[in-house]
């Protein structure tokens, strides 16, 4: 039987525990399996102004088979020019995030429609063997006026695995 009967009768068996852990998401947990992989995309929603929905994406790779930044940045950068279509690299530069860690980034400009013309901005940033991409997007118009908050947002990011690397002067 797939699911616990309304007085708990069922219950897990010490077998089924200890193949599992517990999921902690934004507001809720849940028993994972330890054979399963967490490939949640973060999603923080910002206005819509100028016709888009302002958002910014945070993607998190474990285990990734790069050990220097420059090396993921190059992958990320080279999979965006061959899957978009009309995707322009604008610009890709070596940065440090508000805490001293290193990342790198790389803004592009493509055309997701015929008449809507957007800028990507990509942060990449490698701890350990863990990778995450931060994405945001705007339009000409807002990265004017929304870039700078949305910025700032962005250089605060911390991961949790940097936290002790950077007690030790990364």
């Not at 080279?78 to 290193?102: D, F, Y």
Request: net charge neutral; charged share 30%.
């Amino acid at each position: 039987m797939l699911f616990t009967k309304k007085d708990g009768s069922l219950k897990k068996t010490e077998q089924q525990t200890e193949s599992l852990r517990i999921y902690r998401g934004n507001s809720f947990n849940i028993d994972q399996p330890k054979e399963w992989q967490d490939r949640t995309i973060h999603t923080l929603i910002g206005p819509i102004e100028d016709d888009i929905q302002h958002n910014i994406l945070i993607t998190i790779d474990e285990n990734v088979p790069f050990d220097s930044l420059l090396d993921y940045a190059d992958w990320q950068i080279t999979a965006m020019e061959e899957s978009l279509k009309g995707c322009r690299l604008l610009k890709r530069e070596e940065i440090l995030l508000n805490n001293g860690l290193p990342a790198y980034r790389a803004v592009f400009r493509w055309y997701p429609s015929d008449s809507l013309r957007v800028y990507q901005d990509h942060i990449f940033v490698l701890v350990d063997k863990t990778a995450y991409k931060l994405t945001t997007t705007f339009t000409k118009k807002t990265r004017k006026t929304l870039g700078p908050a949305v910025e700032r947002i962005l250089l605060s990011f911390q991961p949790e695995k940097a936290s002790e690397k950077m007690k030790d002067g990364y």
